[in-house]
């Protein structure tokens, strides 16, 4: 069975910094989906991001991108010139039949 | 496009009492799924449709439970006989599938409390 586990509950980042949150999944299979998706207290996930396992090139999306390693099944968000609004859990998920496995969660803390 | 819409926002309900949700998805999506979230946890998966036919369902998704799309479109899920532990918020998520290119997008939300 698939997994993906996420092993940083809580970080924190000063206004204007790069932080990277961590994720790394199981899977035996060779073609699948990465994403990371943002909750904010509003309880609304959105789609921050997405990686297809078969491109090597990684994604980007303005201030965020990923460092996707499929050989170590690790998959990291890097979010650039953090702002106060990035503030959120963010979720790591795995999409290989097409039911969406998702991580624990990262608190995201952005300090002023 | 007005987005994934859930309703209720919010339900609370005595124990053992059933409740229903319901969830309109983006409308040309053709895949709708329903998962469950408690606090400080990701979303679980609890079933899925690819049109009106639901294709899979997990074991979180007791007898209790029920979801329907009978026409392809909104769909439903049903509790019945609540429990103090299907408190939870119950996110609906819809995606239209294509070769390159699936995404999900997910509803507000029912946040479930069950007394």
């Known amino acids: 069975a698939q997994t993906v586990t996420q092993s940083q509950p809580e970080m924190s980042v000063q206004e204007a910094e790069t932080v990277t949150l961590s994720c790394t999944y199981d899977t035996s299979e060779s073609d699948y989906y990465l994403f990371w998706y943002k909750q904010p207290p509003s309880r609304q996930m959105i789609l921050v991001i997405r990686q297809e396992a078969y491109k090597q090139q990684n994604a980007t999306e303005n201030r965020f991108s990923v460092n996707f390693q499929k050989a170590a099944k690790s998959f990291s968000l890097k979010i650039s010139d953090s702002q106060l609004g990035d503030a959120a859990m963010y979720f790591c998920a795995y999409d290989g039949t097409y039911k969406y496995i998702f991580g624990t969660g990262t608190r995201l803390k952005v300090l002023a | 496009d007005t987005g994934v819409s859930q309703d209720p926002r919010h339900k609370i309900t005595k124990r053992g009492q059933n409740v229903t949700f319901r969830c309109d998805p983006i409308?040309?999506?053709?895949?709708l799924y329903w998962y469950r979230q408690t606090l400080g946890q990701g979303p679980e998966f609890l079933t899925y449709?690819?049109?009106?036919?639901?294709?899979?369902k997990s074991r979180l998704l007791s007898d209790r439970f029920s979801a329907e799309r009978p026409k392809g479109s909104f769909s439903t899920l049903e509790i019945q006989r609540t429990e103090q532990g299907d408190s939870a918020m119950y996110l609906c998520?819809?995606?239209?599938?294509?070769?390159?290119?699936?995404?999900?997008?997910f509803g507000s939300g029912t946040q479930l409390s069950v007394l």
């Open positions: 449709f690819q049109n009106e036919a639901q294709l899979e």
């Open positions: 998520a819809s995606s239209l599938v294509s070769a390159t290119n699936e995404k999900l997008f």
């Open positions: 409308s040309e999506h053709n895949r």
